[in-house]
């Protein structure tokens, strides 16, 4: 089945989780993009309207060939037959100059799906620097391979397979840190100080769900959905009946640092708040014109609430933060998200790559596209470096302050 996509780099910045994907996930989703629905937006859709009528149904390959024999028989290394096809390709969706139109490979299309999800392959260890700039580990995640090897919150990782960690930042250790399910790798850490340990791992399947709840003082609910991905509604709807349940007097969900996920979640979350029938978000393009309306789930309709957005918030993220706010339903506080208003088809290849294509711009309820802008909250509250070293976030204390008043 071929899918709709957006796309940004991933960035965390919720507090309790900070770096806990961009270290282990190590950023690549933000470059690969971002489902934003199943199918063709068949719904009301005819045929595929074309904006380069003037190309011919088939490329004239002569050129490429002569470039291929000149490449055969004067490069002075070694080359595929595979990897030469892989290179046309995706000189072909580069040729666009679109960041968001991509090809991938068979191998990259199962890391890109994997990796969407928020399913990989590691440790499960959030990594982070301490005050002296020292590779850190932050939390090892409970029941995963790094916190039964041992390790412990502060460990100082002063080598990744005997590769000294000076310098190194956590995204790129990440990447050293992860591997094939079964593999091991060598970690050398120096625990309080003094002692010095060698931990040797085996990697493991690390899935990680997409919304996180609780109640926090005062009974206000707090939702943080880190991408719309395949368990996004199910856990949602949990949440929010929970929260019900509950009788919480608002809600706070939080989507720092979320680069968006599948519309269909987007539109079931935004569903949450909103009455069925109202508009979630409309979409223009190569396959015509859509506008999507919430389900009537509205499990938390009428109860005060507030989003977080930042500028990792993007896409998906941001057409639940619109709907929310052109509806009336949040209050918007944070500061400026991302800006990603284009729509991407994942279409799929007998071979298993892939080619992501932008098809589509979407809009607000309120008729606006915010590609290149992003959103501005209703309230600017920056989030300092410094804060968020301290855990002290400045962001989530506005919206709790304006669901007390």
């Keep these: 089945m071929s899918h709709l996509l957006v796309g940004i780099k991933r960035i965390r910045v919720e507090l309790w989780l900070r770096g806990f994907v961009a270290t282990l996930v190590a950023v ?10 199943e199918g063709r937006l068949q719904i009301g859709f005819g045929g595929p309207t074309t904006e380069n009528p003037s190309l011919p149904s088939q490329l004239d390959y002569s050129s490429v060939s002569r470039v291929y024999s000149t490449l055969k028989d004067n490069y002075d290394g070694k080359l595929t037959t595979s ?5 046309l390709k995706q000189g072909l969706a580069e040729s666009t100059h679109d960041p968001y139109t991509e090809y991938f490979n068979p191998s990259d299309a199962k890391q890109f799906a994997a990796e969407l999800n928020n399913s990989f392959t590691g440790i499960g260890a959030e990594l982070g620097k301490d005050d002296a700039g020292n590779l850190i580990i932050v939390s090892p995640i409970k029941g995963f391979p790094a916190d039964k090897a041992g390790l412990k919150p502060q460990d100082a990782i002063i080598s990744i397979n005997n590769e000294s960690t000076v310098g190194m930042q956590p995204d790129l250790a990440a990447t050293k840190i992860r591997g094939p399910k079964g593999t091991t790798v060598t ?19 690390i899935k990680l769900p997409s919304v996180n709840t609780k ?3 005062g009974n206000i609910g707090y939702m943080q959905i880190i991408s719309f991905a395949d368990d996004t509604i199910d856990l949602a709807q949990k949440g929010a009946q929970s929260f019900k349940d509950a009788q919480v007097k608002g809600v706070i969900l939080d989507l720092r640092g979320n680069p968006g996920g599948l519309l269909n979640d987007a539109v079931s979350v935004s569903s949450l708040w909103l009455l069925e029938g ?7 393009g190569t396959y015509g014109v859509e506008t999507l309306t919430a389900t ?5 309709s009428g109860i005060p609430t507030v989003v977080l957005v930042d500028g990792g918030s ?14 009336g339903a949040a209050r918007l506080i944070g500061v400026k998200t991302f800006g990603k208003g284009v729509v991407q088809q994942l279409i799929n290849f007998n071979d298993g790559s892939e080619l992501k294509v932008t098809i589509a711009s979407w809009y ?10 992003g959103i501005t909250p209703d309230e600017v509250v920056p989030l300092s470096d410094s804060d968020s070293q301290a855990g002290n976030d400045t962001q989530l204390q506005a919206a709790e302050a304006y669901l007390n008043k």
Excluded at 364 to 373: A, M, V
């Design 364 to 373: 607000r309820p309120n008729g606006q596209n915010i590609n290149k802008q």
């Design 296 to 300: 009537g789930n509205s499990i938390l």
């Design 83 to 87: 990897q030469l096809l892989d290179g």
């Design 28 to 37: 690549a989703v933000f470059s690969l993009g971002v489902l934003v629905g």
């Design 314 to 327: 993007a896409s998906a993220s941001e057409i639940t933060a619109g709907a929310l706010h052109d509806n």
């Design 278 to 284: 109202k508009t979630v978000v409309t979409q223009k």
């Design 215 to 217: 109640i926090l003082d």
């Design 187 to 205: 970690l050398k850490v120096v625990r309080n100080k003094t002692e010095d340990l060698t931990f040797t791992i085996t990697r493991d399947n």
